[in-house]
């Protein structure tokens, strides 16, 4: 649900997991086939998993961080990890690299940068459930284009800062 101002995006898990499930069928609207998935660790992860299962293509797992400060709403500096997990082999081939969102679209456009370097990798596409206007980088395939870049409070966001005390709390009666 969109704040009247247009400032807050607010999302439930389903609404989650049908915004994934739409982006799941854009890819496969497009006609294109690719070998592997690498989806952009901690945002997209499930949105990968999903569409890893879907399309039942190994998914492959780099990590990034740019959100830190003030219980991360305030983006800093880009870290990338230097090693991509992958479960059998290099990344290589057609790549989907899938995230939850383009936010500013700094880190979708350096990670893109840095894949299109690497010679294994013949084609690169990308794919997140939401594009925000101010986005730097607009992804090749995207559920939703979110004309007030408002920020997004999703579903999982519950758990930041929980801990586990405060988790055992929720199941005590």
């Known amino acids: 649900m969109l704040t009247d101002d247009g400032k807050h995006l607010y999302v439930s898990w389903d609404e989650y997991h049908l915004l994934t499930e ?3 069928l854009k890819v496969h609207a497009s006609g294109w086939q690719f070998d592997q998935i ?3 660790a901690r945002g997209g992860m499930r949105p990968g998993d999903v569409l890893s299962r879907v399309f039942d ?6 990590s990034t961080s740019s959100y830190r400060a003030e219980a991360g709403t305030i983006q800093g500096r880009l870290d990338m990890a230097k090693y991509i997990t992958m479960p ?8 989907l690299l899938v995230d939850d969102l383009a936010d500013s679209g700094v880190t979708l456009k350096a990670v893109v940068e840095r894949l299109r370097g690497m010679p294994a990798i013949s084609e690169l596409r990308s794919a997140v459930i939401w594009t925000k206007k101010v986005s730097a980088y607009t992804p090749d395939y995207y559920v939703e284009m979110l004309e007030t870049s408002p920020w997004i409070h999703q579903p999982f966001e519950e758990y930041d800062g929980m801990g586990p ?5 929720k199941f005590v009666v």
Do not use: H
């Open 22 to 24: 739409r982006l799941a």
């Open 38 to 40: 690498l989806c952009l």
């Open 57 to 62: 293509k190994p998914l492959g797992i780099m």
């Open 165 to 169: 005390e405060a988790l055992a709390k």
């Open 88 to 95: 059998k082999g290099e990344l290589a081939g057609r790549v």
